[in-house]
């Protein structure tokens, strides 16, 4: 099966528990985060785990904003690729930028 129904209420589970991730890669003080700001830099020094953490939560951002309620697996992978390249060769650039280029 390479496409799996994703309802909009997982999604908003996953923004909900993932913020915190996002407020500790902007500011350890800071619990509000502004998702057009959060930058490449600031994501790639994430550890691995809060970095796939971040990668979900804007595909599911991005695919909310699409109105996408089906996910095809292998195009988020690719797009997330997409993503890393673009982060490393623009770390200044935003993180919502990177993703909205590469979906």
């Given at each position: 099966m390479d496409k799996l129904f994703v309802p909009t209420s997982c999604l908003a589970a996953l923004a909900?528990?993932?913020?915190?991730?996002?407020?500790?890669a902007q500011d350890k003080i800071n619990p509000i985060v502004d998702l057009k700001t959060l930058d490449?830099?600031?994501?790639l020094?994430?550890?691995?785990?809060?970095?796939?953490?971040?990668i979900m939560f804007y595909h599911g951002y991005i695919s909310g904003q699409k109105n996408e309620t089906v996910v095809n697996v292998d195009?988020?992978?690719?797009?997330?690729d997409k993503v890393?390249?673009?982060?490393?060769?623009?770390?200044?650039?935003?993180?919502m930028k990177s993703f909205i280029s590469s979906r």
């Open positions: 909900i528990g993932l913020l915190g991730t996002l407020a500790f490449c830099r600031t994501f020094k994430l550890d691995s785990d809060h970095r796939n953490d971040v195009k988020l992978a690719q797009a997330t890393m390249d673009y982060c490393i060769d623009k770390p200044a650039d935003t993180l």
